[in-house]
């Protein structure tokens, strides 16, 4: 969403929950379950990373 209104489909949005979602001023990140998380520069287009567990991620903390 560009006006946080109204909202659209992303592209390679793996088909898992996503419990939290940061944007560190470069990238959008989501966690979710079995230790899925997803990244994006644009919002549109994710990258799904697969952590070393099945852990369902309920939060996300910025590290600066």
Not at 3 to 24: A, E, H, K, L, R
Request: hydrophobic letters at 30%.
């Amino acid at each position: 969403s560009t006006d946080g209104v109204n909202w659209s489909i992303g592209q390679n949005v793996p088909q898992y929950y996503f419990n939290s979602v940061i944007f560190n001023g470069e990238k959008f990140i989501s966690a979710g379950t079995s230790g899925h998380v997803i990244q994006s520069t644009d919002g549109v287009n994710w990258t799904d990373t697969k952590l070393s567990t099945s852990t369902d991620l309920n939060d996300i903390c910025p590290v600066q």
